[in-house]
Nanobody, 122 residues
Framework: VQLQASGGGLVQAGGSLRLSCTAS????????MGWFRQCPEKEREFVAA????????DYAHSVKGRFTISRDNAKNTVYLQMNSLKPEDTAVYYC????????????????WGQGTQVTVSS
């Protein structure tokens, strides 16, 4: 499966962005999906994940209550709604897919999008 992430940009602290990740070349509804982010010189960190049917979710503690992951299997797309953004949310955001269950580890995902930059100014 190929993944294409979009929706990043520059936003002021307290603002919102919605990231999208569209899949092609596979049966999207059979994959659990995750969002990760990475800052320069830091490891890629888990942000959120959603099960293949969309019935189970998981969030990193740092984003819980501010970010919402969702998916539309008819559109082969997973979303990450980001509200109340903080400067520390600045990173390149990646979407990822796995045939396994939800995972916090990037090693649990076999398919990755190209990343989209999110910059939050103070």
């Amino acid at each position: 499966v190929q993944l294409q992430a979009s929706g990043g940009g520059l936003v002021q602290a307290g603002g919102s962005l919605r990231l999208s990740c569209t899949a092609s070349g596979g049966t999207f509804s059979t994959y659990s999906m995750g969002w990760f982010r990475q800052c320069p010189e830091k490891e890629r960190e888990f942000v959120a994940a959603i099960s293949w049917r969309g019935g189970s979710f998981d969030y990193a503690h740092s984003v819980k209550g501010r970010f919402t992951i969702s998916r539309d299997n008819a559109k082969n797309t997973v979303y990450l709604q980001m509200n109340s953004l903080k400067p520390e949310d600045t990173a390149v955001y990646y979407c990822a897919a796995t045939r396994s269950g939800l995972s916090w580890s990037y090693t649990g995902y076999g398919y990755w999008g190209q990343g989209t930059q999110v910059t939050v100014s103070s």
